[in-house]
């Protein structure tokens, strides 16, 4: 929905009087995929797909949410949001509100109507891009009362605070990071162990490429759990690992340090999830420094590499993401196609010559069409900046 027509919701729903209007973008992944929660190195970017929140204050404690896609409104008194983790929508919201006011934000009652541009469960972080609209609107009314700055870092570890400790989902610090810290027509380069970060030009568009995102349309049902045992599975190898590699996070070890040390891990499986997110770290540190020369070709090849590695070590790909992947890396001039996010489904990336791009999607539907019987969708990225407040005239 534009925003000026949400303005308009709002009031229908919460009747007339000023609100302000708050959007935070999805994000979408280029490499460095299940390295967040192991300390690693990501390259994410933000997106121009984004969840808004229009937002009044209220004088008598209430927060109220209303959402575009959906009926009713979800009532919960700022005083004890503690017991509304499991209700149908509104989670993220409450659980990020519930973690601010237990850190010392003034959360005051609001109205909050929310719409998302995002597609849900499409693995481009829908969810992170709500918690830190959510946190962002949270802490502008709370900076403006008691004259402190709004810290955007600090604002995604609270966002990234309410879905482990609120909703139950493992998560890493990278889709909240992208969403609060993006920048428009960059990566984010980010050490996840301390979140130290620098801006790369994400110049492809130069050199006639885009960067397409192909939703597989497969249901990720499972994602909370299979993320959880991820990483559950990694934390056995860092727990075997630490003492002798002397480490005090997975990431850092090298992957030569890896192969040395390996075998003390002593579970198969645990050894390929490490293998994976060691392997990975140092391709991600590899394609940022190929990002900022402008070199795509040797970049799609890490993406190609990524993918194979999420697929065989991690295995979090899955049918539809692989064949996804399979058919775009088919077509002649795509210089490389990798998921991207969690997987179990949701979105896969391909760098793409721009002359190809019609025949690519529809190569691409077709091929993948007739293998899993899903439809997909096609999005060419543009990379937007993060969190922000929007004026409606
Ligand atoms: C999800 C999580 C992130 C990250 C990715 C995989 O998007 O929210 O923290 O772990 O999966 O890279």
Not at 187 to 206: G, Q, S
Request: glycine share 10%; charged share 25%; aromatic share 8%.
């Amino acid at each position: 929905m534009k925003l000026d027509r949400l303005n308009e919701r709002f009031i229908d729903i919460f009747g007339k009087g000023s609100a302000r209007t708050f959007v935070a973008p999805a994000r979408v992944n280029l490499i460095g995929e299940h390295t967040d929660h192991q300390g690693g190195y990501v390259l994410p970017c933000a997106l121009q797909m984004r969840s808004a929140c229009v937002v009044r204050p209220r004088t008598d404690g209430l927060l109220r949410l209303a959402a575009s896609d959906l009926p009713g409104i979800v009532e919960a008194g700022v005083s004890d949001l503690s017991g509304y983790a499991k209700i149908p929508w509104g989670a993220y919201q409450i659980g990020v509100a519930h973690i601010m006011s237990g850190r010392g934000y003034r959360v005051c009652g609001m109205d909050m109507l929310f719409d998302e541009t995002v597609p849900h469960g499409s693995g481009l972080s829908s969810s992170a891009a709500i918690e830190v609209a959510t946190a962002y609107a949270i802490a502008v009314l709370s900076s403006e009362q008691s004259g402190t700055a709004v810290n955007l870092p600090e604002l995604a570890l609270i966002a990234q605070s309410a879905e482990n400790d609120y909703v139950g989902m493992n998560c890493g610090i990278m889709d909240q990071f992208a969403s609060a810290m993006g920048k428009k027509d960059h990566a984010i380069f980010l050490r996840c162990a301390d979140l130290t970060y620098r801006y790369v030009p994400a110049n492809w568009k130069d050199q006639g490429l885009t960067l397409i995102i192909m939703n597989t349309k497969k249901p990720r049902s499972l994602i909370k759990s299979s993320y959880n045992t991820r990483r559950a599975e990694c934390d056995r190898a860092f727990r075997a690992l630490s003492g002798p590699a002397g480490i005090t996070y997975l990431a850092q070890l090298s992957p030569e340090a890896f192969e040395e040390c390996r075998d003390l891990i002593g579970d198969s499986v645990a050894v390929r999830r490490a293998r994976h997110v060691v392997y990975e770290n140092d391709r991600t540190v590899r394609a940022c420094q190929l990002l900022a020369q402008g070199d795509y070709v040797s970049f799609g090849q890490l993406m190609n590499e990524s993918h194979d590695s999420l697929r065989d070590d991690f295995e979090v790909t899955g049918p539809e993401l692989d064949a996804i992947v399979e058919a775009a890396r088919a077509c002649d001039g795509v210089l490389g196609a990798r998921m991207t996010g969690a997987g179990f489904g949701g979105c896969a990336i391909a760098l793409v010559p721009d002359e190809i791009c019609g025949e690519f999607e529809e190569r691409v539907a077709a091929v993948y069409r007739k293998k899993t019987g899903y439809t997909p969708a096609f999005y060419r990225a543009e990379i937007s900046d993060g969190v922000r407040e929007e004026t409606i005239i």
